[in-house]
């Protein structure tokens, strides 16, 4: 079984920085892409950021040039380093993993911006 366990959440005023860290635990085996998803209320949860086991990445139009998406393997764990907060980037994040068996969800940590 595997658990994800998010931490860094908070408040912050906008144009502040949080970072955010996923600790995945359990039996993993290969871990394929990490990530992290948010849902903001009345929403659909909607992809932040991905990074996939080569280290390429992928980020959603609206933090590309913001965010940054990091892991490491050997602590089975991904970061989210989110600069220049806005208030629409409150929501609830969470994180992700898959591998060739399933996908895995963290329990989301809330980031809330205030203006």
């Known amino acids: 079984q595997v658990q994800l366990v998010e931490s860094g959440g908070g408040l912050v005023q906008a144009g502040g920085s949080l970072r955010l860290s996923c600790a995945a635990s359990g039996t993993i085996f290969s871990i394929n892409n990490m990530g992290w998803y948010r849902q903001a209320p009345g929403k659909q949860r909607e992809l932040v950021a991905v990074?996939?086991?080569?280290?390429?990445?992928n980020y959603a139009d609206s933090v590309k040039g913001r965010f940054a998406v990091s892991r490491d393997n050997a602590k089975s764990t991904v970061y989210l380093q989110m600069n220049s907060l806005k208030p629409e980037d409150t929501a609830v994040y969470y994180c992700y993993l898959n591998n060739a068996f399933s996908n895995y969800w963290g329990q989301g940590t809330q980031v809330t911006v205030s203006s």
């Open positions: 990074i996939r086991r080569s280290n390429s990445t």
